[in-house]
């Protein structure tokens, strides 16, 4: 019996090659996609979950009385952790960046460079207690115990030694200065995970335990704990509130709180070791998209399959004039619905294949292959084609076990039932429902991007290029040499030594004294380090008082607006010449001048309040503007006077521009995946129409051939088809219109600063579906109405 169905299922399929072909790309696109947003989901919940002892490790969070959180953390607090709180295992960790590291010869003598621009950490031996990380060579508990120990990862140690083997015992040279010994051998680090090491050293050589600051915070530095398996977070909570008042000045504002490992990867307010998280939010969102474009998908399959049962009304008729009951007639439709469905998932695997990575790159994270061939997503597959199968198959195949068989053998089965016909317009309308809220969607984001790109941050970026070097008392002696040197180039209008450009990731935060007063500020504050040509390069606005000068005994300090205002003054004057202290007097000075609000940080964030000041030996890198219409020339110039003053050093650079850029990332991969998604949608949904214009066409076909007999031009005809599916588009957009209107207003309250929603995007999504629409109809539209009446009117 199986056999039969299958085979007549065959070569019914085969008879109609034109529907199984449109059927199956529906349902092949609509799977794939399903497929590949659920190894996308399934891989962004797995991040961290194999550590054995997940449920018990949390990260230490910074709390401030409005209930706004940080990850960073002081410096001393670790080891006062520790002491204070027994009970827990305390993991600290602080990582660097653009880290430059050789690799000595036998001679002694450098014979490689590399540069890690991430990846490199200090943290103690505890952490490898709480997590799960495999070694190859080394002993966890003694790899990081002298401070000249470092522990690399199985890709380091091929990448500087050629085979991992050949790594321990071996010497490196970490910014020409610390020499380590390889002490141990990590096995590659998983992509599911936000540690992705490639340089471990000891926490305790940091010297951070020693200070005494409670206050400033570095967003490098972080702190794991573990819980003792007797004892809840909330207990430990209490006890940290109790710490705080302890550590920190009785009116700061501040405390502790515990956020559990499985919460990390998922905090996309705070920054993880990645840098890379994402929401809960953002997961249902895939999810709904998932499930509305495999919807999609199968209300084309019923469309065509209705569509097509015109053509097969005869063959039910022969059907059940021998015998065939309903029951058997609708399992012969499953049958077929159901070896379409089989070939679109195959299909579906060997385009995911093809397409994960591309769309790992363009999300960010690591999709392999293997990902698609295991348990979990074998279920998938069989569930989804299942649920498919019914969703797809059930409707049509009732229709077409209803065929009455002598109406059916005479050819007059017209499709007359009302409830059938109102379904599909239905299915049009939450086809386009679907992809008129995606369209406008993404038109929204795209303007959002464009205004990020757009809007002034309160200085000039453009032609600014960044050169990162070591700080250390050999490089910051060259720095007037190397000033004037670089001055001396044709290309090389301005330079500046600082700490970090205007806007940047990673702000260092601290409290000030004001003015004499007994407390800190209950707020943290931005320091950026740097010399008297800062603002100049920059093109910095003052608004009252004059730019910084460098001497070595006098500090003088520049705030911006903000600060002012939340110093509690309403006059930028009225704050010059009042003193600022920080820690605990180890820097004071008076305050020179006040400059114009600038964004230090993205305009998703408001700006903060911030002070500049000259600290030379914290200078970083070098801002060079340089002449656009000499690009090459000018990085190749400055290239060769580097390695003239910093042979040692790799030459690295970015243009401040880009730097910028980078802050909109998680926004951009958004784009790219929403303009996806509604091409897809579109795509689908013309199916859709297509499946239903060519229902009405054979349905019409003599009505046709009577209207060109009478003298109707291929003008009214396609009219005459268009105009209900215009209709049933602009009900579509007028339910759309509201919920996209809802999700991108809630999208766009997580920026500061955002684009107002202007009504001509909701028009431009419209009309575009519209004429979209309208392409697809007019094609069968136009077939139909060019069809020699004489054929269509053949039979009567």
Known sequence: MIRNYLKTAFRSLWRNKGYTFINVAGLTTGITVCLIIFIVIRFELS?????????????????????????????????????????????????????????????????????????????????????????????????????????????????????????????????????????????????????????????????????????SINSAHTCYVMLPGNTTAAAIDKQLDVFAKKYRPADNLYSYALQSLGDVHFDSTTLNFSERSISHERIRTLWLIAAFILGIACVNFINLSTAQAVNRSKEIGVRKVLGSNKGQIHLQFLMETFMLVLIAVVMAVGIAGMVLKPVGNM???????????????????????????????????????????????????????????????????????????????????????????????????????????????????????????????????????????????????????????????????????????????????LLAGRNITTTDSIKEFLINETLVKKLGYHDPGEVLHKEIDLWDGFIKGTVVGVVKDFHSESLKEAIAPLFIASRKEVYNQAAIRISTAQLPAAIKNIEKLWAATFPNLIFEYQFTDDQIANFYQEENQLSQLYKTFSLIAIFLSCLGLYGLVSFMTTQRIKEVGIRKVLGASAGSIVYLFSKEFVILIIIAFFMAAPIAWYIMHQWLQHFVYHIDISWWIFVAGGAGSVIIALTTISFKALKAAFTNPVDSLRSE
């Open 47 to 215: 991040f961290d979950a194999f550590h054995p002892k997940k449920d018990r490790i949390y990260r230490v969070m910074l709390k401030n009385g409005k209930g706004e959180t940080a990850s960073s953390i002081p410096a001393p607090m670790p080891a006062a952790l520790k002491s204070d709180v027994p009970s827990l295992e305390v993991a600290p960790l602080f990582a660097l960046s653009d880290i430059q590291i050789a690799v000595p010869g036998t001679n002694g003598e450098v014979s490689k460079r590399f540069k890690e621009d991430k990846g490199v950490v200090y943290t103690s031996p505890s952490f490898f207690e709480m997590f799960n990380f495999p070694w190859l060579a080394g002993n966890p508990a003694t790899a990081l115990k002298e401070p000249n120990s470092t522990v690399i990862t199985q890709a380091i140690a091929e990448k500087y030694f050629g085979n991992w083997k050949n790594a321990m015992g071996k010497s490196l040279n970490i910014e020409n200065g610390l020499i380590v010994t390889v002490t141990g051998i990590l096995a590659n680090i998983p992509t599911n995970t936000d540690f992705q090491f490639r340089m471990v050293l000891p926490y305790h050589r940091t010297g951070l335990s020693a200070s005494k600051d409670w206050i």
């Open 363 to 541: 999300l960010g994270i690591t999709l392999s292959l293997h990902l698609l061939f295991t348990p979990v997503i074998l279920l998938f597959l069989l569930i989804t084609t299942l649920i498919v199968t019914f969703l797809a198959g059930f409707y049509p195949a009732l229709v077409l076990s209803g065929f009455n068989p002598l109406a059916a053998l005479k050819s007059r089965f017209a499709a007359k039932n009302t409830t059938g016909i109102s379904l599909r317009r239905g299915l049009v309308i939450f086809q386009f429902i679907i992809a008129q809220v995606l369209i406008i969607g993404t038109l929204l984001l795209i303007k959002q991007l464009d205004y990020f790109t757009k809007t002034p941050m309160g200085f000039n970026s453009t032609a600014v290029v960044n050169v990162p070097f070591r700080n250390d008392s050999a490089n910051i002696s060259k720095l007037n040499y190397l000033r004037n040197q670089l001055l001396q180039v044709k290309e090389v209008s301005q330079v500046s030594f600082n700490s970090a450009p205007p806007a940047s990731i990673g702000n260092w935060w601290t409290g000030i004294r004001f003015n004499h007063a007994v407390k800190e500020t209950d707020f943290s504050i931005i320091s950026k380090w740097v010399d008297t040509d800062y603002l100049s390069i920059y093109q910095i606005q």
